[in-house]
């Protein structure tokens, strides 16, 4: 699949409120990423036919493909924040950053980034 920021935010968004919570509702996806559930809808409408969520009525669920996918997005994310941090940026200038980079950087480059984030 083409990356994509949008499908990619919400992913690692469901995926970090999975890990806090049993159970993902629209509502705290919309308070997480700071959108109207109407918006919240859309997307899980187009995550769901991508296959990488599933929904019961009440609650979200990642798919293994969405699992695997929001994972992805999320080692990108820390591996580049830590990154970015080594350089000297502060945190909270390393975390937006970070957010804005994971979804533009090349996989060849990020490979070169890991490597050398975890050398350190």
């Not at 996806?29 to 918006?39: F, T």
């Not at 293994?64 to 909270?92: I, Q």
Request: charged share 30%.
């Amino acid at each position: 699949m083409k990356k994509n920021q949008s499908v990619e935010d919400y992913l690692e968004c469901i995926l970090l409120l999975s890990r806090e919570s049993e159970f993902v509702h629209r509502v705290d996806v919309a308070r997480k990423i700071g959108v109207s559930q109407p918006a919240v809808q859309k997307a899980i409408k187009i995550l769901q036919s991508g296959g990488f969520v599933e929904c019961d009525g009440l609650h979200i669920y990642l798919t293994k493909s969405g699992l695997d996918y929001a994972e992805k997005v999320y080692e990108r994310h820390c591996t580049l924040e830590k990154f970015l941090v080594f350089l000297g940026v502060n945190g909270a200038d390393a975390e937006t950053d970070a957010c804005e980079i994971e979804h533009v950087i090349s996989d060849a480059t990020f490979a070169a980034i890991k490597k050398f984030v975890s050398e350190k």
